[in-house]
């Protein structure tokens, strides 16, 4: 049973638009929702993250949208670049000792110059 | 800096021949993960480390086996590599405190394949 369900999973965005990536999850005892970014080659890094006491966190071009009563939340890149093409898995995890996440099959980002 | 170093970041191993794969981190926390990655597919946890406690998840097969001998290393020990063990090894820490308690920080990974 999948808990956390991503989409889509591959988007192509021109350059300066925005980038929109979904997620949902089934398990209301999370209460931390990271993005993580990945380049080829190389291990996930956090992107951006929130708690489910807020509707919205901004972090430059990057914003998290969260709507707790539909168990969604979704990845806003703003002003899309090149640079950004990259993996991105969303996840969530709930507070506890080991801090296990559950990962989202991951979208493959491609920015068109 | 402090980081997640994975060693070696590539290895090529033979099919039944013993492998290990190697994680140090210098951020001290006290959670030490080992994740398996195939291409276009989400990182899939396979063991954790609370401190010395080991934690293992259900589907990972006995064919995996791990030792944390101190905080700062971690080693993914794989007894008879099979074809379908390539894969991106990611080694993961976490601590419980910071600025996100439940952040995950990740190594560049080490890509093993089995000739």
């Known amino acids: 049973q999948q808990q956390v369900k991503q989409s889509p999973q591959s988007l192509i965005v021109q350059k300066g638009g925005i980038s929109i990536i979904n997620c949902a999850y089934e398990n209301t005892a999370f209460d931390y929702f990271p993005w993580y970014q990945q380049f080829p080659g190389k291990g996930p890094a956090l992107l951006i993250a929130?708690?489910?006491?807020?509707s919205e966190k901004k972090e430059g071009r990057f914003t998290i949208s969260f709507n707790k009563s539909a168990k969604q939340f979704s990845l806003h890149i703003m002003d899309s670049q090149p640079g950004d093409s990259a993996t991105y898995f969303c996840?969530?995890?709930?507070?506890?000792?080991?801090?296990?996440?559950?990962f989202g099959k991951g979208t493959r980002l491609h920015i068109l110059p | 800096d402090a980081m997640v170093i994975q060693n070696p970041r590539y290895q090529v191993t033979q099919f039944g021949k013993p492998v290990t794969l190697s994680c140090s981190q210098t951020?001290?926390?006290?959670?030490m993960y080992w994740y398996q990655q195939k291409s276009s597919q989400a990182p899939k946890l396979l063991f954790h480390y609370y401190d010395k406690d080991f934690n293992n998840e259900a589907d990972t097969p006995d064919n995996f086996q791990s030792r944390r001998p101190n905080t700062s290393f971690c080693f993914l020990d794989i007894r008879s590599p099979g074809l379908g063990d390539a894969a991106m090894y990611l080694c993961?820490?976490?601590?419980?405190?910071?600025?996100?308690?439940?952040?995950?920080?990740f190594g560049p990974g080490t890509r093993l394949t089995v000739l």
């Open positions: 993961a820490t976490s601590s419980e405190t910071g600025i996100y308690d439940n952040e995950q920080f």
């Open positions: 996840a969530a995890s709930e507070e506890n000792r080991d801090d296990k996440i559950i």
């Open positions: 951020l001290n926390h006290n959670v």
């Open positions: 929130i708690r489910p006491d807020v």
